[in-house]
Nanobody
């Protein structure tokens, strides 16, 4: 089993920044991909940013140039640096991991609220 725990969410004013962190623990074998998703009230969950084992990084069009995803494999952590935040970025943000055995794991989510 793999456990994912997000942290770093909160309330921020428009134009501000937040850094989310995802700590992974448990039986972590090879990671096929790892990324961040978000879900706003009344909307489906959507991909925000994802890193693949091959080294590719994908971002949602709505966050390109503002968000940066990164990993620290030595610490089993993944980060999402969010800059120039907008009210439409308000959502619960989830960490997600897929192993090379194609098992999917999700964190419990962390709330990000962008409001003045």
């Amino acid at each position: 089993q793999v456990q994912l725990v997000e942290s770093g969410g909160g309330l921020v004013q428009p134009g501000g920044s937040l850094r989310l962190s995802c700590a992974a623990s448990g039986s972590i074998f090879r990671i096929e991909r790892m990324g961040w998703y978000r879900q706003a009230p009344g909307k489906p969950r959507e991909l925000v940013a994802q890193m693949s084992r091959a080294g590719g990084i994908n971002y949602a069009e709505s966050v390109k140039g503002r968000f940066t995803v990164s990993r620290d494999d030595a610490k089993n952590r993944m980060y999402l640096q969010m800059n120039s935040l907008k009210p439409e970025d308000t959502a619960v943000y989830y960490c997600q991991l897929t192993t090379t055995l194609w098992d999917d794991y999700w964190g419990q989510g962390t709330q990000v609220t962008v409001s003045s």
